[in-house]
């Protein structure tokens, strides 16, 4: 009896190992690599904001950035947390499909 009731749970244990290592592990890689990303932020850089905003990075302070939005000189106070990733002109973008 003991021993079916073993056999019972290795379906179950099997299961958290897939689930483990094709979604908790990618999942916690790829938020590492965007905290790593947000830290390194630097004056210069083009960004684009999780609202779709695309700036230049004027500021750095230790929570937020001043990014200048148009010729305009159009400034916005941005949470480090609301950059989604650096910005790419569509030459750069179509470099990376192909890769």
């Given amino acids: 009896m003991d ?8 379906p179950l244990i099997l299961m958290f190992v897939v689930f483990y290592f094709f979604i908790i ?18 004056v210069g850089d ?3 904001t999780i609202g779709g905003i695309i700036g230049k990075i004027i ?5 937020y ?3 200048e939005t ?5 400034k916005i106070e ?9 910005y790419k002109k569509n030459a ?3 470099d990376a499909e192909e890769e």
Avoid: C, H, Y
């Fill in 25 to 42: 592990r990618p999942q916690k890689k790829k938020a590492n690599e965007i905290n790593e990303m947000r830290e390194n932020l630097k």
């Fill in 92 to 94: 750069d973008l179509k």
């Fill in 3 to 10: 021993q079916n009731a073993m056999l019972n749970f290795i």
């Fill in 65 to 67: 950035l001043v990014i």
């Fill in 70 to 74: 148009s010729s305009d000189n159009t």
């Fill in 59 to 63: 500021l750095v302070k230790e929570d």
């Fill in 78 to 86: 941005v949470m480090k947390w609301g950059v989604n990733g650096t």
């Fill in 46 to 48: 083009k960004i684009i």
